[in-house]
């Protein structure tokens, strides 16, 4: 149980609060994007599905988070993320272990492209991250990152695990693997969630009450004052700019996770070859990720997002032309280097939403965002295996995708606070 005391509360449940977070996006985003990658010629190949026909799945699930996230971030800020994993691990047991019996396109969208996507959105980022947000204010940018490394870490070891099981044991028994594992992961960490510090008469950050007597949580007051309602974030310039920004960025981790495998086995590597890049990616997603949260806290967050958006872009870039040269040293080279970009392209986001609409309502703010993020995202995993079902290839779609990166460094550098955080601020 919580200690209500916070004089005499020697260890911050914050803290055990982002082990959940760590454990909790491990398995949302791997079941989310990272597996997708190594099921995708195994069944294609049963099936004779185009590769668009498989990847609408995916289409489908960016517009149904969007529409769930909605919901799910008021709620949040309501009652906390317990309520919610428990439902969404329970969903996603039942879920993952129907894939195994997938027979048609329609079964696949409805289980992959719905079920499966509800159940990440329930256990995922948006309710972790938020409630990281309302525990933690002056490291929010560290604790972030610490738990976004649990991302990383599914790159790491789900995509080549899931690639030699599918492998060994087929595809149809590694959904059932899947099915196991993600259970006995999601609910501890569920039955551990906590809504607010407030609620067990804590305070942010860990701060003792004399702490706060003595002026030294200043930093959260603000935050809690400069914090906007839905209904105020969304009448503001501000908003906009860090959705399409955002968006812009993020499509990038979408797509390469999605179609590097048949990408490079498209260009003569096997599959273990090609899992292996994602895992290379990875890596160094996971190592920067402290780096990036430490100057997250100390240094202006937009010009460092701007940064880690033109790394995404410029990694891309160089993707493109290691394949096209052949080179399996210089492709692995500009995996690594996309991974660098990947390691701060979630506790920037966070921390920079948090920085302009504050936490109080972040749950709701972000929420509203997230349908038109996704929809913006959507299109893309689609429309990149559309261009290769028509042109045999995926250099000018990727050359694209790339572009929106480095655009997106532009924008960034360009929204500005809203009026009331600025004012707050100053």
Same mark, same amino acid.
């Given at each position: 149980?919580?200690?209500?005391?916070?004089?005499?509360?020697r260890?911050?449940?914050?803290?055990?609060?982002?082990?959940?977070?760590?454990?909790?996006?491990?398995?949302? =985003?791997?079941?989310?994007?990272?597996?997708?990658?190594a099921?995708?010629?195994?069944?294609?190949?049963?099936?004779?599905?185009?590769?668009?026909?498989?990847?609408?799945?995916?289409?489908?699930?960016?517009? &149904?988070?969007?529409m769930?996230?909605?919901? =799910?971030?008021?709620?949040?800020?309501?009652?906390?993320?317990k309520?919610?994993? +428990?439902?969404?691990?329970? @969903?996603?047991?039942?879920?993952?272990?129907?894939?195994?019996?997938?027979?048609?396109?329609?079964?696949?969208?409805?289980?992959?492209g719905?079920?499966?996507?509800?159940?990440c959105?329930m256990?995922?980022?948006?309710?972790?991250?938020?409630?990281?947000?309302?525990?933690?204010?002056?490291?929010?940018?560290?604790?972030?990152?610490?738990?976004?490394?649990?991302?990383?870490?599914?790159?790491i070891?789900i995509?080549?695990?899931?690639?030699?099981?599918?492998?060994l044991?087929g595809?149809?028994s590694?959904? @059932?693997?899947?099915?196991?594992?993600?259970?006995?992961?999601?609910?501890?960490?569920?039955m @551990?969630?906590?809504?607010?510090p407030?609620?067990?008469?804590?305070?942010?950050?860990?701060?003792?009450? +004399?702490? &706060?007597?003595?002026?030294?949580?200043?930093? #959260?007051?603000?935050?809690?004052?400069?914090?906007?309602?839905?209904?105020? #974030?969304?009448?503001?310039?501000?908003?906009?700019?860090?959705? &399409?920004?955002?968006?812009?960025?993020?499509?990038?981790?979408?797509v390469?996770?999605?179609?590097?495998?048949?990408?490079?086995?498209?260009?003569?590597?096997n599959?273990?070859?090609?899992?292996l890049?994602?895992?290379?990616?990875?890596?160094?997603a996971?190592?920067?990720?402290?780096?990036?949260?430490?100057?997250?806290?100390?240094?202006?967050?937009?010009?460092?997002?701007?940064?880690?958006?033109?790394v995404?872009?410029?990694?891309l870039?160089?993707i493109v032309?290691?394949?096209?040269a052949?080179?399996?040293?210089a492709?692995?080279?500009?995996?690594?280097?996309?991974?660098?970009?990947?390691?701060?392209?979630?506790? @920037?986001?966070?921390?920079?939403?948090?920085?302009?609409?504050?936490?109080?309502?972040?749950?709701?703010?972000?929420?509203? #965002?997230?349908?038109?993020?996704?929809?913006?995202?959507?299109s893309?995993?689609?429309l990149?295996? +559309?261009?290769?079902?028509r042109?045999?290839?995926?250099?000018? #779609?990727?050359?694209?995708?790339?572009?929106?990166?480095?655009?997106?460094?532009?924008?960034?550098l360009? &929204?500005?606070?809203p009026?009331?955080?600025?004012?707050?601020?100053?």
């Open positions: 149980m919580l200690n209500p005391n916070p004089s005499t509360s260890h911050y449940y914050g803290y055990k609060l982002v082990g959940c977070a760590f454990v909790a996006q491990f398995v949302s =985003i791997g079941l989310f994007s990272y597996v997708l990658g099921f995708f010629l195994p069944m294609t190949e049963e099936f004779g599905w185009t590769r668009a026909e498989f990847t609408l799945a995916r289409s489908v699930g960016q517009l &149904v988070m969007g769930a996230g909605f919901v =799910i971030g008021v709620y949040v800020d309501r009652y906390g993320g309520p919610l994993m +428990l439902i969404g691990t329970a @969903l996603l047991a039942v879920v993952l272990a129907l894939h195994s019996q997938v027979s048609s396109l329609t079964g696949w969208i409805i289980l992959n719905v079920g499966l996507v509800l159940g959105a256990v995922g980022n948006l309710v972790v991250n938020v409630t990281l947000a309302k525990w933690f204010v002056e490291r929010r940018g560290q604790v972030v990152a610490w738990a976004a490394m649990g991302i990383s870490l599914a790159g070891v995509t080549p695990a899931i690639t030699a099981s599918i492998d044991i595809w149809r590694s959904w @059932l693997l899947l099915a196991v594992a993600s259970t006995v992961l999601l609910l501890p960490v569920a @551990l969630m906590r809504r607010a407030e609620d067990y008469g804590l305070h942010p950050d860990g701060k003792s009450q +004399l702490q &706060v007597d003595r002026g030294e949580a200043e930093h #959260a007051a603000q935050d809690f004052a400069r914090s906007l309602t839905r209904a105020q #974030a969304l009448r503001t310039l501000s908003f906009y700019g860090l959705v &399409v920004a955002f968006a812009m960025f993020s499509i990038n981790i979408l390469v996770l999605l179609q590097t495998i048949p990408y490079l086995t498209d260009a003569g590597l599959r273990t070859q090609a899992a890049a994602i895992s290379i990616a990875s890596i160094p996971m190592l920067s990720k402290p780096i990036w949260g430490y100057y997250i806290d100390r240094l202006a967050a937009k010009p460092l997002a701007a940064l880690g958006a033109f995404t872009g410029g990694a870039l160089c032309y290691a394949v096209k052949q080179s399996l040293w492709i692995y080279a500009a995996y690594t280097l996309l991974g660098v970009g990947w390691g701060g392209m979630i506790p @920037l986001q966070e921390v920079i939403w948090g920085a302009f609409f504050g936490r109080r309502h972040l749950g709701a703010v972000r929420s509203a #965002a997230l349908p038109f993020t996704l929809i913006i995202g959507a893309a995993p689609l990149v295996s +559309l261009y290769h079902d042109v045999g290839d995926y250099h000018g #779609a990727l050359l694209v995708v790339a572009a929106l990166n480095l655009t997106s460094a532009l924008l960034i360009w &929204v500005p606070p009026a009331r955080a600025a004012a707050v601020a100053s």
